[in-house]
Each structure stands twice: as C-alpha cells, then as structure tokens.
C-alpha cells in the first residue's frame, strides 16, 4: 500500500537554529514529491516538486533533496516567520497509473525568537 | 490574483442536513480536488475532476457528491451531512489532467470549515 510518513509530527527550533524535516515514502513508481507550507488556517502553498533521486531545489531558507526511499527539507538558519506545518505529498504512477496525490500527516515547526 | 476561492468559510450544519460546498478558480486550470483534512489523518482526496465535464472518487467519496459546473467551479455536496463529516474542506486546481505525465503542483483554496452536530 503507498505511505507516506514524515518525522518529526512537532518540531521547535529557537531562531537560527538549523535543522532537517523526513518525509519517507512508498509507492509503485514516483512520479514527483511535493513540499507544501500551510499556515493556521490558511491552505497548503506549494514549495517545491522534486521528480528523481539526487535532486535537490531551494528557495530563502528551504532546500529539499529526494532519494529513492525519502525526501528531507532542510532549513537553514530559521526564522520566527518559517513556523508553519510542512506537507510532503507524492504522486505515484505505478499500474494503476492514477496519479493520485497522497500526502503526510505534516510537521509542525515552531520558530522561536 | 484571487486564485481558488471556497465559500463559505465556517459552517455549522445539523445531523441530517444539506449543503453545497463551492469552489471557483481563476487560474484556467484543467483539473480540480476536494480533499478533507482531519487532525492525524492528513490531506484525504474526496472526489477530482480532471477536465469539465468529468469526475471521479477518490479516497473517501462516501456521502458526497460533486459538480463541475464549468472550467472555473467545482462544487462538493452532503446530502444528509453526519457528525463523522466534520472536517476542514480544501478546494484545489492544477494546470495539467490529473492522470498526464506532467506534474503540476496543486493550489489550494483557504478551506471550509464545517461542524457537524
């Protein structure tokens, strides 16, 4: 059955204060991992799409990088304002070929001055 | 750019209860989703329709029904709303049909909030 799994549910940094989120995954056949931020609410806002092994994308303070079997979006240097729930989505295109979209659970990350 | 717009923002409905959600885009985007967000459930598809005209289910489709009216507003509907159907409700889009070999990134309305009693 396709999963997809991110650790830490919680996570509080004190500002500056570098650190990585998991989303770890199975499906038959990836066609593209999907970071979302979602503030309280608000919708989820798409981040990045990453589609292949060893790929990696950035924007300000947030780099994702994809293996075979999971993906972590790091951040650097945090700020108060990065405090939001991080969605990691992926898209499978195995035979059933739906492209359906199943995400995590999230992470909560609290910044904290 | 009001991108997906869902009304209304906060409901409260009795059990046996109707009501439609709606959900518009501005975007000219190809295909549409409800999903449903519960605490430690994750984002959960309902229902997509890849192009006007077409809809299918998704995960949890059971006591729902859809609509696309047009290219721009996909509506959800509960017919005889139940406490278990309390839940955040998110209305998205994406450029390309849901089962191509393009991925295009899923944009999000800000979500209707019902309360079932």
């Known amino acids: 059955e396709d999963q997809v799994t991110q650790s830490p549910e919680a996570l509080r940094l004190q500002e500056g204060e570098s650190s990585s989120l998991n989303c770890s995954y199975t499906?038959?056949?990836?066609?593209?991992l999907f970071w979302y931020r979602q503030d309280p609410g608000k919708g989820p806002e798409f981040l990045f799409t990453?589609?292949?092994a060893g790929e990696e994308k950035e924007k300000e303070r947030l780099k994702a990088t994809l293996t075979k079997k999971e993906s972590f979006l790091h951040i650097t240097a945090p700020k108060p304002e990065d405090s939001a729930t991080y969605l990691c989505a992926v898209q499978d295109g195995g035979s059933s070929n739906t492209g359906k979209l199943i995400f995590g659970q999230g992470t909560t990350l609290q910044v904290k001055p | 750019n009001a991108g997906v717009t869902q009304t209304p923002k906060f409901q409260v409905l009795k059990t046996g209860q109707s009501m439609t959600l709606q959900c518009a885009q501005d975007?000219?985007?190809?295909?549409m989703y409800w999903y449903r967000q519960d605490p430690g459930m994750g984002l959960r598809l309902i229902y997509y329709s890849a192009s006007e005209g077409t809809t299918d289910k998704g995960e949890v489709p059971n006591g729902y029904n859809v609509s696309r009216l047009n290219k721009r507003e996909f509506s959800l509907r509960l017919e005889s709303a139940a406490p278990s159907q309390t839940s955040v409700y998110f209305c998205a889009s994406s450029e390309a049909l849901y089962r191509s070999s393009y991925n295009s990134p899923l944009h999000f309305g800000n979500g209707t909030r019902l309360t079932v009693t």
């Open positions: 990453l589609y292949s």
């Open positions: 975007m000219n985007h190809n295909s």
């Open positions: 499906v038959s056949g990836l066609r593209g």
